[in-house]
T-cell receptor, first 116, second 109 residues
Framework: KAGVTQTPRYLIKTRGQQVTLSCSPI?????VSWYQQTPGQGLQFLFE???????NKGNFPGRFSGRQFSNSRSEMNVSTLELGDSALYLC???????????????FGSGTRLTVV | GQQVMQIPQYQHVQEGEDFTTYCNSS?????IQWYKQRPGGHPVFLIQ?????EVKKQKRLTFQFGEAKKNSSLHITATQTTDVGTYFC?????????FGGGTRVLVKP
């Protein structure tokens, strides 16, 4: 069974640009969550999607957005990149059968974004 | 909002020794999950605790969920070099899963 796939693995962007990251969850998983991980801040929750609807949102500025498609694949977009956006962006999927946040997450390997 | 705190932030352990990391939530949890992230890797789900006072074991790892369902602990016995990494707890409340800051474990051979 394939795991959670995130593309690309590495990305270098310039300040002011925008970026789109992609996440393909495990087949059958309908819940997809995104996290930002930096050395000093740990795992910071960005948002969660379930059946194409944003169910939860963290405390990030509006420059961070996401969406989920009918096949559960998800994308997140960051516009007007800032140096502080450099981080590892992790996607996690879950079966979420009948209970919110009640099942363990399977994380992808992440996309390491560097903003220069 | 819900906060999940983990202590210690860093744990230096001599190989063969035991140690415990603690997780405390500001709110009552429906369940708590533990993850391990190896250096350069991504978090990997270890276990989920649901019931008050629940204790689960995985080989040398013992996980406990507090009676009030607001705290948890992970105890590792006879630490090995393979235990190196960061251990995260994540508390579920309502429909949100909040991660603690993690305990980074360094093992001295």
């Amino acid at each position: 069974k394939a795991g959670v796939t995130q593309t690309p693995r590495y990305l270098i962007k310039t300040r002011g640009q925008q970026v789109t990251l992609s996440c393909s969850p495990i087949s059958g998983h309908r819940s997809v969550s995104w996290y930002q991980q930096t050395p000093g801040q740990g795992l910071q929750f960005l948002f969660e999607y379930f059946s194409e609807t944003q169910r939860n949102k963290g405390n990030f500025p509006g420059r961070f957005s996401g969406r989920q498609f009918s096949n559960s694949r998800s994308e997140m977009n960051v516009s007007t990149l800032e140096l502080g956006d450099s981080a590892l962006y992790l996607c996690a999927s879950s079966t979420d059968r009948g209970g919110l946040a009640n099942y363990g997450y399977t994380f992808g390997s992440g996309t390491r974004l560097t903003v220069v | 909002g819900q906060q999940v705190m983990q202590i210690p932030q860093y744990q230096h352990v001599q190989e063969g020794e035991d140690f415990t990391t603690y997780c405390n939530s500001s709110t009552t949890l429906s369940n708590i999950q533990w993850y391990k992230q190896r250096p350069g890797g991504h978090p990997v789900f270890l276990i989920q605790l649901v019931k008050s006072g629940e204790v689960k074991k995985q080989k040398r790892l013992t996980f406990q969920f507090g009676e009030a369902k607001k705290n948890s602990s992970l105890h590792i016995t006879a630490t090995q070099t393979t235990d190196v990494g960061t251990y995260f707890c994540a508390g579920a409340a309502g429909n949100k899963l909040t991660f603690g800051g993690g305990t980074r474990v360094l093992v001295k051979p």
